[in-house]
Nanobody, 122 residues
Framework: AVQVVESGGGSVQPGGSLRLSCVAS????????MGWFRQHPAKGRELVAT???????IYADSVKGRFTISLDNGNNTLYLQMNSLQSEDTNVYYC????????????????RGQGTQVTVSS
């Protein structure tokens, strides 16, 4: 069975940085897309960033210029470098992987992780 496990969350002061990692194990081959989501109080799981198998990234407007998504395709490992963190970034961050494409709906992805907590506070 495919397992998606996030790590790297924690507490940081405003303006600080964190790097999240996500390993998708148990899958032979490369995914069509991997991505990060977080919980929005009204919208549910909202897209933070995705990267497809051509290394094309897509970012939510709220994180553009601050977050960088990257993918180690050979190991099915996804990263999210988060810089200039703000209190509004406090959330649980979820990783997802799909065999085919990048979807905006978290629940339509083939494989989903349980999340890692990020807290930004002084």
């Amino acid at each position: 069975a495919v397992q998606v496990v996030e790590s790297g969350g924690g507490s940081v002061q405003p303006g600080g940085s964190l790097r999240l990692s996500c390993v998708a194990s148990g899958y032979s081959g490369s995914f069509g897309c991997m991505g990060w989501f977080r919980q929005h109080p009204a919208k549910g799981r909202e897209l933070v960033a995705t990267i497809d198998d051509t290394d094309r990234p897509i970012y939510a407007d709220s994180v553009k210029g601050r977050f960088t998504i990257s993918l180690d395709n050979g190991n099915n490992t996804l990263y999210l470098q988060m810089n200039s963190l703000q209190s509004e970034d406090t959330n649980v961050y979820y990783c997802a992987a799909d065999r085919s494409y990048c979807a905006s709906n978290f629940w339509s992805w083939d494989f989903r992780g349980q999340g890692t907590q990020v807290t930004v506070s002084s």
